[in-house]
Structures are given as C-alpha cells and as structure tokens.
C-alpha cells in the first residue's frame, strides 16, 4: 500500500500576496486559480511533482466556527503561529538567497539544526512559517 500527500491546505488572506510569494519566490507553478463570492482558492504545487499541491484558501471561512474562533484564527495568523510548512531543496543556499532577494520575511537564515538537519524558514504574506530543509 502507498499513501502519497495529494493536497496541503494553507491560510491566504491576500491571495495575490500569496500566489506571488509561492509562484514568484518558491518558483511553484499555479494549477487552479478558482474565486466564489470574492474568495479565492489558489493551489500551487512544484512543477516536478504534479501529484503534490498546496492550496491557498481563505482563512475562517469553516462552516460551523463561531465569530470568536474565526477572530482567533486571525489572531493567530497576525502572530504567525496558525499554519506552517516544511518543504525541501538540494540547493538551500540558492534558494534562501532567491527567496530572501524577493523580501520575504526572513525567520532564519540557513543554519545546522540539532537535530540533524540543515534548514531556513520565512513567513509567507499570511504569516504561515514556511521552513525549507536541505536534502
């Protein structure tokens, strides 16, 4: 049996900030682009893994939340700590400069964790903690 990730959700309050920062500084192609009632679903994915997509939705919109979990979850993506994201690379060092060159938000830059890996981390517009690992 093969379980493969098909489709990741991540929060998108300005999806135009959002779809440049995973388009234009990741290099991630655009696979579906879809708008309802001035929403906006954007799935985003590496052109190399046509299987593998995340999907920039609008935050709170959940049917069933109440008015005080939808301003938690603003809340909590004003402060960053809602959402985040572990991708890859075999070339971190190209790759933070690429991002950090188009302003991203800069939380680390590539260091040797303790753990065991080598990694870099952003916050994408929303404040979702983007990390990138060397492979």
């Given at each position: 049996?093969?379980?493969?990730?098909?489709?990741?959700?991540?929060?998108?309050?300005?999806?135009?900030?959002?779809?440049?920062?995973?388009?234009?500084?990741?290099?991630?192609?655009?696979?579906?682009?879809?708008?309802?009632?001035?929403?906006r679903?954007?799935?985003?994915?590496?052109?190399?893994q046509?299987?593998?997509?995340?999907?920039?939705?609008?935050p709170?919109?959940?049917?069933g939340l109440?008015d005080?979990?939808?301003?938690?979850?603003?809340?909590l993506?004003?402060?960053?700590?809602?959402?985040?994201?572990?991708?890859?690379?075999?070339?971190?060092?190209?790759?933070?400069?690429?991002?950090q060159?188009?302003?991203?938000?800069?939380?680390?830059?590539?260091?040797?964790?303790?753990?065991?890996?080598?990694?870099?981390?952003?916050?994408?517009?929303?404040?979702?903690?983007?990390?990138i690992?060397?492979?």
């Amino acid at each position: 049996m093969s379980v493969i990730i098909q489709h990741t959700f991540l929060p998108a309050d300005d999806p135009d900030a959002s779809l440049a920062f995973y388009r234009d500084a990741l290099g991630f192609e655009v696979r579906n682009d879809v708008g309802l009632g001035g929403m906006r679903w954007i799935t985003v994915g590496p052109k190399d893994q046509p299987s593998t997509s995340i999907v920039l939705y609008p935050p709170a919109i959940e049917p069933g939340l109440t008015d005080d979990e939808r301003r938690t979850i603003v809340e909590l993506m004003a402060k960053g700590s809602f959402a985040s994201i572990v991708l890859a690379t075999e070339d971190l060092a190209g790759t933070f400069d690429r991002v950090q060159a188009t302003g991203a938000d800069v939380v680390q830059e590539p260091a040797d964790q303790d753990y065991g890996v080598r990694d870099c981390a952003f916050r994408d517009p929303a404040g979702n903690l983007v990390r990138i690992s060397q492979l």
